[in-house]
């Protein structure tokens, strides 16, 4: 990697200036051979410059306050999320890349479920704290709620109350007794009222 404070498109803090083409960057690395990693090491240590950059380059959001002297402006840092998109970016490898070597380098595993971890606990937590769209986060690492409302085999829901038709009819029949009964005394009430003499 670059040393940050030689990249042009960085300022003195180290944050990329409007403008940037960091975005160029991975092109560029994907255009080449995929970064080759032989050993846990070498992709741990470059996972934590991800999420190094990651921590010191947050979102920068302008804000108006209103004061007891005015109007203010402020920029307030909002955090980053930690994406395997960025991660493989930073990388210089696609997803299809880092998901292959999930499946078929076992030397690197046990690092991969480390990294797949943070990338999770990370986006998690902070949307748990408020500080990133939980919706945005619960889409992102597929904890959606989703339940398929359907019966045997696809069909549809059948909903018993362990009634029988008969019963259900009796019960019914009953009811509408009780709401005639119950209208006709509303009825015999008004009409049993005087009217007012004013």
């Known amino acids: ?7 042009p498109e960085r300022g003195e803090d180290g944050r990329f200036l409007p403008g940037h083409t960091f975005y160029r960057q991975g ?15 070498a992709l741990w240590a470059a996972a ?8 010191k380059n947050p979102f920068q959001e302008e804000r108006l306050f209103n ?16 994406t395997v998109e960025g991660l493989c970016t930073h990388l210089g490898v696609i997803k299809k890349t880092w ?15 480390l990294i797949d971890q943070i990338l999770f606990h990370q986006k998690f937590e902070a949307a748990a704290a408020d500080l990133m769209n939980s919706a945005l986060v619960i889409r992102a690492l ?3 709620d989703t339940h ?11 909903v018993t109350d362990g009634l029988s038709d008969f019963e259900r009819a009796r019960r019914l029949a009953f009811m509408m007794q009780e709401a005639t009964i119950l209208a006709s005394a509303k009825e015999e009430a008004s009409s049993n009222e005087e009217p007012d003499a004013t």
């Open 1 to 7: 990697m670059t040393d940050e404070n030689e990249n």
């Open 27 to 41: 092109l560029a690395n994907l255009l080449k051979e995929p970064r080759k990693f032989e050993t846990p090491e």
């Open 48 to 55: 934590c410059e991800y999420f190094e950059w990651a921590d």
């Open 67 to 82: 004061t007891a002297t005015g109007i203010k402006r402020e920029t307030v840092s909002k955090i980053r999320a930690y």
């Open 99 to 113: 998901y292959s070597w999930k499946r078929e380098r076992g030397d690197l595993e046990e690092v991969i479920g």
């Open 142 to 144: 597929n904890l959606a």
């Open 148 to 158: 398929a409302h359907q019966g045997p085999d696809g069909g549809p829901i059948e």
